[in-house]
């Protein structure tokens, strides 16, 4: 059975940092592109960074560049998101999925799969 459960999140001060992991299993995770979502109370779900099977493409939005970096380890079926420099504005619950990662682009959508439950991230002092 296709599933991808995320794990990592939790409660940091401004500033901080945590390292969110997307687990795959029932289908081998190198043959997609991962992507990593976010979703604010009252918001619409966004795409916040993707990253193409190979691991030779990665993409974020303008928001979290330079302090958020997408991984994979094909060998452990598992992608992952550093996050550093956590802002208040970060706080969310964050999903993973499989996606296309096209140059240039953070999708907003999946391409292979369905939402898992996620894993929330709340940055507050």
């Known amino acids: 059975q296709w599933q991808l459960v995320e794990s990592g999140g939790g409660l940091v001060q401004p500033g901080g940092s945590l390292r969110l992991a997307c687990v795959a299993s029932?289908?081998?995770?190198?043959?997609?592109?991962i992507g990593w979502f976010r979703q604010a109370p009252g918001q619409e779900r966004e795409g916040v960074s993707c990253?193409?099977?190979?691991?030779?493409?990665?993409n974020y939005v303008d928001s979290v560049k330079g302090r958020f970096t997408i991984s994979r380890d094909n060998a452990k079926n598992a992608a992952y998101l550093q996050m550093n420099s956590l802002k208040p504005e970060d706080t969310a619950v964050y999903y993973c999925?499989?996606?296309?990662?096209?140059?240039?682009?953070?999708?907003?959508?999946?391409?292979?799969?369905?939402w898992g439950q996620g894993t929330q991230v709340t940055v507050s002092s």
């Open positions: 999925a499989a996606v296309f990662c096209e140059p240039g682009v953070v999708p907003n959508s999946i391409a292979f799969g369905s």
């Open positions: 029932g289908f081998i995770l190198d043959y997609y592109g």
């Open positions: 990253i193409s099977s190979s691991g030779g493409r990665t």
